[in-house]
C-alpha cells in the first residue's frame, strides 16, 4: 500500500510540472484579453467625449488638447500595460443656424504589463518551445471602416440667439424663422450606406420640442 501511495503522489507531481508552464502560458493570455477588452471599452467613451469636446459650441477643444486630457483623466490613474491615446480625429460635418454634426475617433494602444509578460516567457520557457511574445497593440473602438466612429448632433453658436434676451425671444418672430424653423443637416436626412453589417443608417430626424425648450 505504501508503494501505491509513492506512485500516486509521484504522478501528481510530475503532472503538476507539466501542467504549470501551460498553465502560465494561458493565464497570461486571459489577463492580457481582459486589458485589451477594457481598454476597447474606454475607448468608446473616448470617442464620445472627444466628438463632445469638438461639437461643444461654447469651447471648442482642439485634437491635442482631447488628447492630453483622455490621458490625464483616465489612463494615468492605472498605468497598467502603458495605456495610451495615439491619435484624436474630429471633424463637423454640414451645419445649419440650429444644429450641426460633430464626429470623432480615437485611436488606443497598450502594451502587455510586466507581469502578464513574464509569466508568459517564464511558461514558454519551461515548454523549451517557441510562443509568439505579446506585443504592443493599437485599435480604435471598433473594427468597421468608417473615418468617425461617433457622431452626434450638437447646437451651433449664433450671436444673436446667444445675446438675445428671453423677452426679445418671446416677442420678435425672428426667433421663429433663425431658430425654431431651421431644419436639420441634410446630411442625416438622406439614406447612406451601412458601415457595418446589421447596422441601419439614419433616414430622417423629427424635432423634439422639449428638447428644444429645454436647450434655449
Not at 14 to 28: D, G, H, R, W
Not at 90 to 115: C, D, H, L, R
Request: hydrophobic fraction near 40%.
Amino acid at each position: 500500500m505504501d508503494h501505491m501511495r509513492h506512485n500516486d503522489r509521484g504522478s501528481i507531481l510530475m503532472e503538476t510540472v507539466l501542467v504549470i508552464p501551460l498553465y502560465l502560458v494561458v493565464l497570461s493570455g486571459i489577463f492580457w484579453v481582459g486589458d485589451l477588452a477594457l481598454l476597447r471599452s474606454k475607448s468608446t467613451f473616448f470617442d464620445r467625449v472627444a466628438a463632445w469636446s469638438s461639437g461643444n459650441r461654447f469651447a471648442n477643444a482642439s485634437q491635442s488638447t482631447i488628447k492630453s486630457g483622455l490621458e490625464q483623466n483616465f489612463l494615468q490613474a492605472a498605468k497598467v500595460g502603458d495605456q495610451h491615446v495615439e491619435k484624436v480625429n474630429t471633424a463637423k460635418g454640414s451645419s445649419s443656424a440650429w444644429s450641426a454634426i460633430a464626429g470623432a475617433s480615437t485611436t488606443v494602444s497598450i502594451e502587455p504589463p510586466v507581469w502578464t509578460q513574464g509569466w508568459r516567457r517564464v511558461g514558454v520557457a519551461m515548454m523549451e518551445t517557441e510562443v509568439a511574445e505579446l506585443k504592443k497593440t493599437s485599435f480604435r473602438s471598433r473594427e468597421v471602416e468608417a473615418d468617425y466612429l461617433h457622431r452626434t448632433l450638437m447646437r451651433t453658436k449664433d450671436t444673436y440667439r446667444d445675446k438675445a434676451k428671453p423677452r426679445a425671444l418671446a416677442e420678435q418672430m425672428e426667433w421663429m424663422s433663425r431658430v425654431h424653423m431651421a431644419q436639420w443637416p441634410t446630411e442625416w436626412t438622406k439614406e447612406i450606406s451601412s458601415p457595418s453589417s446589421g447596422g441601419k443608417p439614419c433616414l430622417s430626424y423629427d424635432r423634439y420640442t422639449m428638447y428644444v425648450t429645454w436647450s434655449e
